[in-house]
């Protein structure tokens, strides 16, 4: 995962199948406004919890847009090398919960089971996620609908074979116990993370996790 070299900077192709972005006209109160967007596709998560072994089940990767937040200040500029040194690509390793972009016409249900089972190796029928339910991300930039799930798997539906990710996808697999999940949430830590990860595992410890 932590393999990587070569970082560089580019223009947007025109043709991102990913990110579109573009400028967004208004006027309020009577003042003409404008707001520069992006268009990306809506995403399902997966809060994953194993009851065979009481643990959490999340994803770690390689995310180029929190390495580009950690090096774009002080060695980012467009040309300019960035030192890999000072700022191993470790640094921008998060840990999540599992997830993709809705990018099928099927139902977000069988989305989210397709990701569990892509990038997690568990093999659960629609019927056991639950939909807990769905919230804007990016509300600065995007706006974009994420809808979020929970399921419990057990050994008995892993994969021997699965989980990672698809195609080129490099995704490592984790596990959490509850206490440890707790700790993440304490007061002064710090995350490699999104909020909706911490809000997927809030929402268990609150409504899920099995009580001592």
């Not at 991102?16 to 707001?35: I, L």
């Not at 950690?70 to 040309?79: D, Q, R, W």
């Not at 809808?147 to 490592?172: N, R």
Request: hydrophobic content about 40%; glycine content about 8%.
């Amino acid at each position: 995962m932590n393999d990587i070299s070569n970082i560089h900077y580019g223009p947007l192709p025109a043709d991102s199948p990913y990110v579109k972005p573009f400028r967004f006209y208004y006027t309020q109160n009577g003042k003409e406004k404008n707001w520069d967007l992006l268009k990306v596709h809506d995403s399902v998560s997966i809060i994953i919890f194993n009851i065979t072994r009481q643990k959490l089940v999340f994803v770690k990767q390689f995310r180029p847009a929190v390495y580009h937040g950690l090096v774009s200040v002080e060695a980012g500029s467009e040309g300019k090398p960035i030192d890999m040194n000072k700022f191993p690509p470790s640094l921008a390793v998060t840990l999540e919960l599992c997830a993709g972009i809705i990018d099928k016409p099927i139902p977000v249900a069988e989305i989210a089971r397709e990701e569990v089972l892509e990038e997690c190796g568990y093999n659960v029928p629609v019927a056991r996620l639950e939909e807990i339910m769905s919230y804007r991300s990016g509300v600065g930039t995007s706006g974009a609908l994420q809808t979020l799930f929970y399921v419990e798997v057990t050994d008995a539906d892993k994969i021997p074979t699965g989980g990672g990710g698809v195609d080129d996808e490099i995704i490592e697999v984790v596990e959490y116990s509850i206490e440890e999940a707790r700790k993440l949430t304490e007061k002064g830590v710090v995350l490699t993370s999104p909020p909706s990860f911490l809000f997927g595992v809030l929402w268990f410890l609150t409504n899920r996790a099995p009580k001592a």
